[in-house]
Nanobody, 124 residues
Framework: QVQLVESGGGLVQAGGSLRLACAAS????????MGWFRQAPGKEREFVAA????????LYADFVKGRFTFSRDNAKNTVYLQMNSLKPEDTAVYYC?????????????????WGQGTQVTVSS
């Protein structure tokens, strides 16, 4: 049973940065793609970014391109989401998820394990 635990969320002013981390335990991690999703109050969960098993291929939602960077350290079973130039509209609970396969996947159905989420709040 894979467990994913996010950390690094918090309150930051617009234009600031945060680095989210997601630590995996309890199963195989390195051979699978990973994803970040977010959900704002009153809105549906949306895709943020995906990274393949090696970290060599990433996909980003248009609204984070150029601002967020997804990376992974397979030796530490941890993925990271570096978020720069944050905007108030980035406020949401951010979730990491483990893919069902090694590639990058946009749909949430392509993920089988999810973390509990970490709150990111960006003030204007």
């Amino acid at each position: 049973q894979v467990q994913l635990v996010e950390s690094g969320g918090g309150l930051v002013q617009a234009g600031g940065s945060l680095r989210l981390a997601c630590a995996a335990s309890g199963g195989t991690f390195s051979g699978y793609g990973m994803g970040w999703f977010r959900q704002a109050p009153g809105k549906e969960r949306e895709f943020v970014a995906a990274l393949n098993w090696s970290g060599g291929s990433a996909l980003y939602a248009d609204f984070v391109k150029g601002r967020f960077t997804f990376s992974r350290d397979n030796a530490k079973n941890t993925v990271y989401l570096q978020m720069n130039s944050l905007k108030p509209e980035d406020t949401a609970v951010y979730y990491c998820a483990k893919g069902r396969g090694p590639g990058t996947v946009v749909s949430g159905r392509g993920y089988d394990y999810w973390g509990q989420g970490t709150q990111v709040t960006v003030s204007s």
